[in-house]
């Protein structure tokens, strides 16, 4: 009865733990960088997570190849960390708004980073993004069929709390 009771007590007080992922964006020069942290407690074993510029009023834009719309200098993506969280290597196009990047494995405390061009194609700064730009730029993840999304608001950064990953 006191080991039924024990357990009744762990189960009743057991939380969930979340995979609360962050995603950073550092402008630069000539590349600039996008940095993803699972700052959650559980693994990420299988998402796919987007990251949509269209919704910036900007015109934000990947500027990876001379041609196509991107102003002066361009960058093709590179992974530069946690290249092993990537189940494949996304495929991105110059003038492309949105990226779609396939973890697996994504473990507490673990980065995944990628360097790329970003432009805007309104004439404002164009060649530097500021993180007023990136207001309206949205991302989403999809875990089995839960699907978390959130929208930068004025800043270059947002959390995304992934409630439900139980371990």
């Known amino acids: 009865m006191k080991l039924f009771c024990v357990l009744t007590l762990a189960c009743l007080t057991a939380s969930q733990s979340y995979a609360d992922i962050h995603l950073e964006f550092l402008e630069g020069a000539?590349?600039?960088?996008?940095?993803?942290?699972?700052?959650?407690?559980?693994?990420?074993?299988?998402?796919?997570?987007?990251?949509?510029?269209?919704?910036?009023?900007?015109?934000?834009?990947?500027?990876?190849?001379?041609a196509?719309?991107?102003?002066?200098?361009?960058?093709?993506?590179?992974i530069t960390s946690g290249a092993e969280h990537?189940?494949?290597?996304p495929k991105v196009s110059d003038g492309d708004q949105s990226i779609t990047l396939q973890l697996?494995?994504?473990?507490?405390?673990k980065v995944v980073a990628f360097t790329i061009d970003v432009?805007?194609?309104?004439?404002?700064?164009?060649?530097?993004?500021?993180?007023?730009?990136?207001?309206?730029?949205?991302?989403?993840?999809?875990?089995?069929?839960?699907l978390f999304s959130a929208t930068l608001q004025d800043r270059s950064e947002v959390r995304l709390d992934m409630a439900g990953c139980i371990t």
């Open 86 to 89: 990537f189940s494949t290597i």
């Open 30 to 66: 000539p590349k600039d960088k996008f940095i993803l942290t699972n700052e959650g407690s559980c693994q990420v074993k299988n998402a796919l997570v987007k990251i949509d510029l269209s919704g910036a009023a900007a015109g934000l834009i990947f500027d990876v190849t001379a």
């Open 68 to 78: 196509g719309s991107g102003v002066e200098v361009f960058q093709p993506l590179e």
């Open 104 to 109: 697996q494995n994504f473990g507490p405390n």
């Open 119 to 146: 432009d805007d194609t309104t004439g404002a700064r164009e060649i530097t993004v500021s993180d007023s730009e990136f207001e309206g730029v949205s991302v989403s993840a999809t875990m089995g069929e839960k």
